[in-house]
């Protein structure tokens, strides 16, 4: 499976923009890059996803190297409930399902 | 709106005992996995199922096994519990249709120790 990696950690200040940089140098041509947040003592929670081209939601926005090999989760305007653990994941489809692959991911703080 | 649910959220188990960590989803999605989380790592894939009736290995399956009789519900067994079975387990579901087909969602985590 196709690897990430990111920053250990990462601190940012409140109502400031954040972008949390993932490398994946190793991406196939059909792999989506995934973004999930977690947040203490609960589940993962998705963030946003893209294959080719720059994506944006309401959370976040992904903006997707040319050559796919690295990727950057945009957060425009941290607030305290954006400290996380933020993983840049590689999903690949087996059989319809999505096989997603952990790393560690980085550990978002933001000051007030 | 209940989306994935696991039970039970804590459990210690002694060493040999099994168990079975349950998971329910209403939203109707084919997909089901279970994942464990160790102590600041990411998470590992333990099993997953494209639907009822078919399972399959993910990263770590060795000393669980999984059923899926219904599209509903996922259980995860755990046989002869070690303490290297010491863990955070989370269930989770996806559908492949709709705007949210890449979306896992992922329920609230059960804490197991093995003691």
Same mark, same amino acid.
């Not at chain 1, 923009?17 to 995934?34: A, F, K, Q, R, W």
């Not at chain 1, 998705?46 to 990727?71: F, P």
């Not at chain 2, 464990?36 to 096994?65: C, F, H, W």
């Given at each position: ?11 940012? *200040? ?36 893209? +294959?080719?081209? *720059?994506? *944006? ?15 950057? +989760? ?39 | 709106?209940?989306?994935? $649910? ?14 079975? #960590?349950? =998971? ?46 219904? $599209?509903?519900?996922?259980? #995860?067994? #755990?046989? #002869? ?9 989370? =269930? ?6 709709? $705007?949210?087909?890449? $979306? ?12």
């Amino acid at each position: 499976d196709a690897k990430t990696t990111q920053p250990n950690s990462m601190e940012s *200040n409140e109502e400031e923009p954040v972008h949390l940089p993932c490398n994946h140098s190793t991406i196939s041509g059909t792999d989506y890059i995934h973004w999930y947040r977690q947040l203490p003592s609960q589940g993962p929670e998705y963030v946003i996803h893209g +294959l080719t081209s *720059n994506v *944006n939601n309401r959370m976040a926005s992904l903006a997707i190297a040319e050559d796919r090999k690295s990727s950057t +989760l945009i957060l425009h305007r941290a607030t305290l409930r954006d400290a996380a653990v933020y993983y840049c994941i590689l999903s690949r489809r087996i059989q319809g399902a999505q096989k997603l692959v952990f790393g560690q991911g980085t550990r978002l703080t933001i000051n007030p | 709106n209940a989306g994935v $649910t696991q039970t039970p959220k804590f459990r210690i188990l002694k060493i040999g005992q099994s168990m079975t #960590l349950q =998971c329910t989803q209403d939203m109707n999605h084919n997909y089901m996995y279970w994942y464990r989380q160790d102590p600041g790592m990411g998470l590992k894939l333990i099993y997953y199922s494209v639907g009822a009736g078919i399972t399959d290995k993910g990263e770590v399956p060795n000393g669980y096994n999984v059923s899926r009789s219904t $599209t509903e519900d996922f259980p #995860l067994r #755990l046989e #002869l519990a070690a303490p290297s079975q010491t863990s955070v387990y989370f =269930c989770a579901s996806n559908t492949l249709t709709g $705007t949210s087909g890449n $979306t896992i969602y992922f329920g609230e985590g059960s804490w197991l120790t093995v003691v």
